[in-house]
Protein backbone atom coordinates (compact mmCIF):
# COMPACT_ATOMS: atom_id res chain seq x y z
CA UNK A 1 0.00 0.00 0.00
CA UNK A 2 1.49 3.17 -1.57
CA UNK A 3 0.78 6.39 0.73
CA UNK A 4 0.07 10.04 -1.52
CA UNK A 5 3.17 11.70 -0.28
CA UNK A 6 2.71 15.55 -0.06
CA UNK A 7 4.44 17.86 -2.59
CA UNK A 8 7.13 19.61 -0.72
CA UNK A 9 6.07 22.84 -1.48
CA UNK A 10 4.79 23.86 -5.14
CA UNK A 11 8.07 23.86 -7.06
CA UNK A 12 9.33 20.23 -5.98
CA UNK A 13 7.92 17.95 -8.08
CA UNK A 14 6.52 14.41 -6.50
CA UNK A 15 8.95 11.66 -7.78
CA UNK A 16 6.68 8.64 -8.63
CA UNK A 17 8.61 5.90 -9.29
CA UNK A 18 6.31 2.60 -9.92
CA UNK A 19 4.36 2.09 -6.83
CA UNK A 20 6.60 4.27 -5.01
CA UNK A 21 7.11 8.10 -3.52
CA UNK A 22 9.57 9.39 -1.88
CA UNK A 23 9.36 11.93 0.14
CA UNK A 24 11.79 14.57 -1.99
CA UNK A 25 12.46 13.78 -5.30
CA UNK A 26 16.17 13.15 -4.54
CA UNK A 27 18.26 9.72 -4.94
CA UNK A 28 21.28 8.81 -3.22
CA UNK A 29 23.58 7.31 -6.29
CA UNK A 30 24.99 3.81 -5.93
CA UNK A 31 28.45 3.62 -5.21
CA UNK A 32 30.60 0.99 -5.33
CA UNK A 33 32.31 -1.06 -3.98
CA UNK A 34 30.71 -0.84 -0.63
CA UNK A 35 30.80 3.29 -0.63
CA UNK A 36 26.86 3.17 -0.72
CA UNK A 37 26.04 -0.29 1.75
CA UNK A 38 23.10 -0.96 3.52
CA UNK A 39 23.90 1.95 6.45
CA UNK A 40 23.88 4.85 3.77
CA UNK A 41 20.83 3.69 2.10
CA UNK A 42 19.04 2.58 4.97
CA UNK A 43 19.72 6.53 6.16
CA UNK A 44 18.95 8.31 3.11
CA UNK A 45 15.55 6.29 2.95
CA UNK A 46 14.72 7.13 6.49
CA UNK A 47 15.11 10.88 5.60
CA UNK A 48 12.97 10.78 2.56
CA UNK A 49 14.88 10.41 -0.23
CA UNK A 50 15.70 7.14 -2.52
CA UNK A 51 18.45 4.93 -0.75
CA UNK A 52 20.58 3.11 -3.15
CA UNK A 53 22.76 0.19 -1.96
CA UNK A 54 25.54 -0.78 -5.02
CA UNK A 55 25.49 -4.59 -5.47
CA UNK A 56 28.56 -4.66 -6.65
CA UNK A 57 31.33 -6.33 -5.21
CA UNK A 58 29.18 -6.57 -1.96
CA UNK A 59 30.91 -9.94 -0.46
CA UNK A 60 34.72 -8.82 -0.41
CA UNK A 61 34.34 -8.82 3.33
CA UNK A 62 32.16 -10.88 4.28
CA UNK A 63 32.30 -14.14 6.37
CA UNK A 64 30.76 -16.30 3.60
CA UNK A 65 33.69 -15.39 1.14
CA UNK A 66 36.37 -14.79 3.27
CA UNK A 67 35.86 -17.97 6.13
CA UNK A 68 33.33 -20.28 4.64
CA UNK A 69 35.00 -20.14 0.98
CA UNK A 70 32.02 -19.90 -0.59
CA UNK A 71 32.15 -18.25 -4.03
CA UNK A 72 31.97 -14.75 -4.71
CA UNK A 73 29.08 -14.63 -6.50
CA UNK A 74 27.33 -17.06 -4.05
CA UNK A 75 28.21 -14.67 -1.36
CA UNK A 76 26.99 -11.55 -2.71
CA UNK A 77 23.96 -13.20 -3.65
CA UNK A 78 23.42 -13.78 0.09
CA UNK A 79 24.96 -10.21 1.25
CA UNK A 80 22.90 -8.26 -1.13
CA UNK A 81 19.81 -9.73 0.83
CA UNK A 82 21.12 -9.00 4.20
CA UNK A 83 22.75 -5.53 2.85
CA UNK A 84 18.74 -5.02 2.27
CA UNK A 85 17.02 -6.14 5.41
CA UNK A 86 19.52 -4.12 7.81
CA UNK A 87 18.90 -0.95 5.86
CA UNK A 88 15.13 -2.08 5.93
CA UNK A 89 15.50 -1.88 9.54
CA UNK A 90 16.94 1.57 9.20
CA UNK A 91 14.84 3.19 6.88
CA UNK A 92 11.87 1.92 8.12
CA UNK A 93 8.75 0.14 6.51
CA UNK A 94 8.05 3.51 4.60
CA UNK A 95 11.29 4.27 3.27
CA UNK A 96 12.23 3.66 -0.43
CA UNK A 97 15.09 1.34 -0.73
CA UNK A 98 16.87 0.89 -4.18
CA UNK A 99 19.71 -1.33 -5.24
CA UNK A 100 22.01 -0.25 -8.22
CA UNK A 101 23.24 -3.09 -10.29
CA UNK A 102 25.81 -2.85 -13.31
CA UNK A 103 25.22 -4.98 -16.47
CA UNK A 104 28.65 -4.85 -17.01
CA UNK A 105 29.27 -7.48 -14.05
CA UNK A 106 29.61 -11.09 -14.81
CA UNK A 107 26.59 -12.02 -12.39
CA UNK A 108 24.59 -9.30 -13.14
CA UNK A 109 21.15 -11.44 -13.58
CA UNK A 110 21.88 -13.20 -10.10
CA UNK A 111 22.63 -9.71 -8.74
CA UNK A 112 19.25 -8.45 -9.58
CA UNK A 113 17.44 -11.69 -8.80
CA UNK A 114 18.69 -11.20 -5.26
CA UNK A 115 17.74 -7.47 -5.17
CA UNK A 116 14.08 -8.22 -6.09
CA UNK A 117 13.76 -11.04 -3.94
CA UNK A 118 15.73 -9.19 -0.86
CA UNK A 119 13.00 -6.85 -1.32
CA UNK A 120 14.52 -3.40 -3.13
CA UNK A 121 11.46 -0.86 -3.95
CA UNK A 122 14.10 -0.19 -7.02
CA UNK A 123 16.29 -1.37 -9.49
CA UNK A 124 18.47 1.17 -10.83
CA UNK A 125 20.67 -0.18 -13.56
CA UNK A 126 23.34 1.35 -16.02
CA UNK A 127 27.35 0.63 -16.62
CA UNK A 128 25.54 -0.83 -20.30
CA UNK A 129 22.11 -1.50 -21.82
CA UNK A 130 19.81 -3.28 -19.31
CA UNK A 131 18.08 -4.98 -21.91
CA UNK A 132 16.80 -7.91 -20.27
CA UNK A 133 16.31 -6.16 -16.64
CA UNK A 134 12.62 -6.76 -16.80
CA UNK A 135 13.24 -10.70 -17.73
CA UNK A 136 15.20 -10.98 -14.23
CA UNK A 137 12.53 -9.79 -12.78
CA UNK A 138 9.16 -10.71 -13.87
CA UNK A 139 7.67 -12.33 -10.80
CA UNK A 140 7.98 -8.79 -8.65
CA UNK A 141 6.32 -6.45 -10.53
CA UNK A 142 6.42 -4.05 -7.48
CA UNK A 143 9.79 -3.08 -8.15
CA UNK A 144 10.24 -0.13 -10.45
CA UNK A 145 12.70 -0.34 -12.94
CA UNK A 146 14.99 2.72 -13.59
CA UNK A 147 17.76 2.78 -16.25
CA UNK A 148 20.86 4.74 -16.37
CA UNK A 149 21.53 6.51 -19.77
CA UNK A 150 23.50 9.44 -21.44
CA UNK A 151 21.37 10.29 -24.07
CA UNK A 152 17.97 10.23 -25.21
CA UNK A 153 19.41 7.41 -28.35
CA UNK A 154 19.89 5.42 -25.21
CA UNK A 155 16.43 5.54 -23.69
CA UNK A 156 15.05 4.90 -27.03
CA UNK A 157 17.30 1.45 -27.33
CA UNK A 158 15.79 0.62 -24.03
CA UNK A 159 11.97 1.57 -24.06
CA UNK A 160 11.78 0.10 -27.75
CA UNK A 161 13.44 -3.77 -26.70
CA UNK A 162 11.51 -3.64 -23.28
CA UNK A 163 8.66 -2.74 -25.03
CA UNK A 164 8.54 -5.45 -27.84
CA UNK A 165 10.11 -8.20 -25.72
CA UNK A 166 9.25 -7.90 -22.00
CA UNK A 167 5.75 -5.38 -23.10
CA UNK A 168 6.56 -2.85 -20.45
CA UNK A 169 7.96 0.19 -19.97
CA UNK A 170 10.62 1.57 -17.62
CA UNK A 171 9.38 3.30 -14.43
CA UNK A 172 12.00 6.31 -14.72
CA UNK A 173 15.20 7.31 -16.57
CA UNK A 174 18.61 8.39 -14.75
CA UNK A 175 20.15 10.76 -17.10
CA UNK A 176 23.61 11.05 -15.88
CA UNK A 177 25.79 13.24 -17.39
CA UNK A 178 29.78 11.56 -17.95
CA UNK A 179 30.67 15.75 -17.69
CA UNK A 180 30.32 15.80 -13.96
CA UNK A 181 29.37 12.44 -12.74
CA UNK A 182 31.59 10.20 -10.19
CA UNK A 183 32.45 6.35 -11.03
CA UNK A 184 32.22 5.06 -14.62
CA UNK A 185 31.28 7.24 -17.16
CA UNK A 186 28.59 6.57 -19.84
CA UNK A 187 31.00 8.12 -23.10
CA UNK A 188 32.65 5.64 -24.96
CA UNK A 189 36.36 7.41 -24.47
CA UNK A 190 37.44 10.19 -22.87
CA UNK A 191 36.97 12.47 -25.47
CA UNK A 192 33.23 12.08 -25.49
CA UNK A 193 33.31 13.02 -22.13
CA UNK A 194 32.77 16.92 -22.56
CA UNK A 195 30.45 16.26 -25.89
CA UNK A 196 28.02 19.29 -24.90
CA UNK A 197 25.02 16.62 -26.46
CA UNK A 198 25.72 14.67 -23.49
CA UNK A 199 25.38 17.86 -20.69
CA UNK A 200 22.67 17.84 -18.62
CA UNK A 201 21.54 20.72 -20.26
CA UNK A 202 20.77 18.77 -23.53
CA UNK A 203 20.07 15.48 -22.42
CA UNK A 204 17.34 16.14 -20.18
CA UNK A 205 15.16 18.37 -22.45
CA UNK A 206 15.98 15.49 -24.80
CA UNK A 207 15.08 12.24 -22.89
CA UNK A 208 11.60 14.81 -21.58
CA UNK A 209 10.51 14.54 -25.20
CA UNK A 210 11.46 11.41 -25.69
CA UNK A 211 9.32 10.41 -23.38
CA UNK A 212 6.64 12.71 -23.74
CA UNK A 213 6.20 12.43 -27.49
CA UNK A 214 7.51 9.45 -28.21
CA UNK A 215 6.57 6.96 -25.29
CA UNK A 216 3.96 8.92 -24.25
CA UNK A 217 4.23 7.93 -21.10
CA UNK A 218 4.24 9.69 -17.41
CA UNK A 219 7.70 8.68 -15.95
CA UNK A 220 10.05 10.84 -14.13
CA UNK A 221 13.43 11.70 -15.93
CA UNK A 222 16.39 11.99 -13.22
CA UNK A 223 19.17 14.40 -13.52
CA UNK A 224 22.56 13.25 -12.08
CA UNK A 225 25.95 14.64 -12.34
CA UNK A 226 27.41 17.56 -10.65
CA UNK A 227 24.91 18.06 -8.27
CA UNK A 228 25.51 19.63 -5.33
CA UNK A 229 22.77 22.51 -3.64
CA UNK A 230 19.91 23.89 -4.46
CA UNK A 231 20.75 25.94 -7.36
CA UNK A 232 21.48 22.75 -8.99
CA UNK A 233 18.51 21.19 -8.45
CA UNK A 234 16.08 23.87 -9.43
CA UNK A 235 17.93 24.18 -12.67
CA UNK A 236 16.99 20.31 -13.02
CA UNK A 237 13.94 20.75 -12.34
CA UNK A 238 13.60 23.69 -14.85
CA UNK A 239 14.75 21.79 -18.00
CA UNK A 240 12.63 19.02 -17.10
CA UNK A 241 13.43 16.76 -14.94
CA UNK A 242 10.95 15.21 -11.67
CA UNK A 243 14.28 13.91 -9.60
CA UNK A 244 18.02 14.61 -9.40
CA UNK A 245 20.68 11.84 -8.00
CA UNK A 246 23.56 12.77 -6.25
CA UNK A 247 27.06 10.17 -5.44
CA UNK A 248 30.05 12.49 -4.52
CA UNK A 249 28.07 14.26 -1.88
CA UNK A 250 26.68 11.51 -0.13
CA UNK A 251 30.02 9.40 -0.32
CA UNK A 252 31.60 11.68 2.15
CA UNK A 253 28.94 11.82 4.98
CA UNK A 254 28.84 10.54 8.77
CA UNK A 255 26.45 7.53 7.71
CA UNK A 256 28.77 6.89 4.47
CA UNK A 257 29.81 3.40 4.50
CA UNK A 258 33.20 3.63 3.05
CA UNK A 259 36.81 3.88 5.69
CA UNK A 260 37.46 7.25 7.45
CA UNK A 261 40.03 7.35 5.15
CA UNK A 262 37.77 7.74 2.03
CA UNK A 263 35.86 10.10 2.86
CA UNK A 264 39.34 12.33 4.57
CA UNK A 265 40.36 12.07 0.88
CA UNK A 266 37.12 13.27 -0.47
CA UNK A 267 37.79 16.37 2.04
CA UNK A 268 41.24 16.83 1.34
CA UNK A 269 40.36 17.29 -2.44
CA UNK A 270 41.08 19.90 -5.10
CA UNK A 271 39.89 20.68 -8.36
CA UNK A 272 42.92 19.80 -9.81
CA UNK A 273 43.26 16.23 -8.27
CA UNK A 274 40.38 15.49 -10.33
CA UNK A 275 41.36 13.53 -13.65
CA UNK A 276 39.54 11.00 -16.62
CA UNK A 277 41.19 7.37 -16.60
CA UNK A 278 40.45 4.36 -19.03
CA UNK A 279 39.14 1.40 -16.84
CA UNK A 280 39.91 -1.97 -17.03
CA UNK A 281 35.87 -2.20 -18.32
CA UNK A 282 36.29 0.42 -21.34
CA UNK A 283 34.58 3.20 -19.82
CA UNK A 284 35.95 6.08 -18.80
CA UNK A 285 36.59 6.92 -15.40
CA UNK A 286 36.65 9.90 -12.72
CA UNK A 287 38.84 9.85 -9.98
CA UNK A 288 41.16 11.93 -7.65
CA UNK A 289 44.68 11.67 -8.96
CA UNK A 290 46.62 9.83 -5.89
CA UNK A 291 49.77 7.85 -5.61
CA UNK A 292 48.01 4.97 -7.73
CA UNK A 293 46.04 6.51 -10.26
CA UNK A 294 49.36 8.74 -11.22
CA UNK A 295 51.17 5.63 -11.40
CA UNK A 296 48.40 4.29 -13.75
CA UNK A 297 48.98 7.76 -16.26
CA UNK A 298 52.56 7.35 -16.21
CA UNK A 299 52.01 3.94 -17.73
CA UNK A 300 52.93 2.29 -14.75
CA UNK A 301 50.46 0.17 -12.92
CA UNK A 302 50.86 -1.69 -10.37
CA UNK A 303 47.58 -4.20 -9.62
CA UNK A 304 46.90 -6.82 -7.45
CA UNK A 305 45.73 -10.21 -9.20
CA UNK A 306 42.43 -10.51 -10.49
CA UNK A 307 40.31 -12.49 -7.99
CA UNK A 308 37.03 -11.98 -8.71
CA UNK A 309 36.15 -12.22 -12.21
CA UNK A 310 33.72 -9.34 -11.70
CA UNK A 311 33.53 -7.73 -15.21
CA UNK A 312 32.19 -9.54 -18.26
CA UNK A 313 34.87 -7.59 -20.68
CA UNK A 314 37.99 -6.81 -18.51
CA UNK A 315 40.86 -5.81 -20.49
CA UNK A 316 42.85 -6.42 -17.35
CA UNK A 317 42.14 -10.21 -17.46
CA UNK A 318 41.91 -10.15 -21.65
CA UNK A 319 45.55 -8.46 -22.15
CA UNK A 320 47.05 -7.92 -18.79
CA UNK A 321 46.99 -3.97 -19.06
CA UNK A 322 45.47 -1.57 -17.20
CA UNK A 323 44.50 -3.10 -13.85
CA UNK A 324 42.13 -4.98 -11.42
CA UNK A 325 39.09 -2.62 -10.78
CA UNK A 326 38.04 -5.12 -7.83
CA UNK A 327 41.45 -5.22 -5.91
CA UNK A 328 41.75 -0.80 -6.67
CA UNK A 329 37.93 -0.18 -5.50
CA UNK A 330 38.30 -2.44 -2.28
CA UNK A 331 41.22 -0.95 -1.16
CA UNK A 332 39.81 2.80 -1.70
CA UNK A 333 36.72 1.22 0.32
CA UNK A 334 39.71 0.09 3.04
CA UNK A 335 41.39 3.70 2.25
CA UNK A 336 44.49 2.67 1.27
CA UNK A 337 45.53 5.86 -0.33
CA UNK A 338 48.67 4.19 -2.28
CA UNK A 339 46.98 1.60 -3.73
CA UNK A 340 42.91 2.39 -4.25
CA UNK A 341 40.86 3.45 -6.87
CA UNK A 342 39.46 6.78 -5.54
CA UNK A 343 36.46 7.48 -7.86
CA UNK A 344 34.66 11.22 -7.54
CA UNK A 345 32.41 13.11 -8.74
CA UNK A 346 33.81 16.63 -10.07
CA UNK A 347 32.59 18.67 -7.34
CA UNK A 348 34.50 16.68 -4.92
CA UNK A 349 36.64 19.93 -4.24
CA UNK A 350 33.47 21.19 -2.81
CA UNK A 351 33.56 18.72 -0.07
CA UNK A 352 34.83 20.74 2.98
CA UNK A 353 33.34 18.10 6.08
CA UNK A 354 32.01 14.78 6.11
CA UNK A 355 28.56 15.87 6.77
CA UNK A 356 25.31 14.11 7.81
CA UNK A 357 22.88 12.79 5.88
CA UNK A 358 19.99 14.64 7.29
CA UNK A 359 21.99 17.88 6.45
CA UNK A 360 22.27 17.80 3.17
CA UNK A 361 18.74 16.71 2.88
CA UNK A 362 17.72 19.43 5.25
CA UNK A 363 19.71 22.11 2.60
CA UNK A 364 18.56 20.55 -0.36
CA UNK A 365 14.95 20.65 0.41
CA UNK A 366 14.24 22.37 4.04
CA UNK A 367 11.77 25.34 4.17
C1 LIG B 1 32.72 6.46 -5.45
C2 LIG B 1 31.67 6.32 -6.51
C3 LIG B 1 31.26 5.06 -6.91
C4 LIG B 1 30.25 4.91 -7.86
N1 LIG B 1 29.82 3.65 -8.19
C5 LIG B 1 28.77 3.48 -9.02
C6 LIG B 1 28.23 2.18 -9.26
O1 LIG B 1 28.65 1.19 -8.67
N2 LIG B 1 27.21 2.08 -10.15
C7 LIG B 1 26.67 3.19 -10.78
O2 LIG B 1 25.74 3.05 -11.59
N3 LIG B 1 27.14 4.43 -10.54
C8 LIG B 1 28.15 4.60 -9.67
N4 LIG B 1 28.59 5.88 -9.36
C9 LIG B 1 27.84 7.05 -9.89
C10 LIG B 1 26.85 7.59 -8.83
O3 LIG B 1 25.84 6.65 -8.54
C11 LIG B 1 26.15 8.90 -9.25
O4 LIG B 1 25.23 8.71 -10.27
C12 LIG B 1 27.13 9.96 -9.70
O5 LIG B 1 28.24 10.00 -8.88
C13 LIG B 1 26.41 11.32 -9.73
O6 LIG B 1 27.29 12.36 -9.87
P1 LIG B 1 27.85 13.21 -8.60
O7 LIG B 1 28.85 12.34 -7.95
O8 LIG B 1 28.43 14.40 -9.27
O9 LIG B 1 26.70 13.53 -7.70
C14 LIG B 1 29.64 6.05 -8.45
C15 LIG B 1 30.07 7.33 -8.05
C16 LIG B 1 31.06 7.47 -7.09
C17 LIG B 1 31.47 8.86 -6.67
Known amino acids: MVSETPRVSSTVPVLKLGKHRPRYPLLQGGMGVGISGFRLAGHVARHGAVGT ?3 VGLSHNSPYYTEKKMSYFDSNEIVIKEALSKAREIAGPDGVLAVNCMVALT ?11 GGANVIVSGAGLPLR ?5 K ?6 LVPIVSSAKAASLIARH ?3 KHGRAPDGFVVETPASAGGHLGASTIEQVYDPALSLERAIPDVV ?4 EEMRADIPVIAAGGIWGRDDVERAFALGASGVQMGTRFACTVEGDASDRFKQAYVDAKESDVVLINSPAGLPGRAIK ?9 GNPDSGACFANCLTHCRYRKTGETFCIAVALVDA ?12 GDNVSKVDKVATVGEIIEELFGA
Do not use: M
Not at 139 to 144: G, L, N, Q, S, W
Open 53 to 55: IAS
Open 107 to 117: DYDREVRAAAE
Open 133 to 137: LPEYT
Open 139 to 144: DFPDVA
Open 162 to 164: WEK
Open 209 to 212: RFVA
Open 290 to 298: NPFVARYLE
Open 333 to 344: FNGDWEHGLFFC
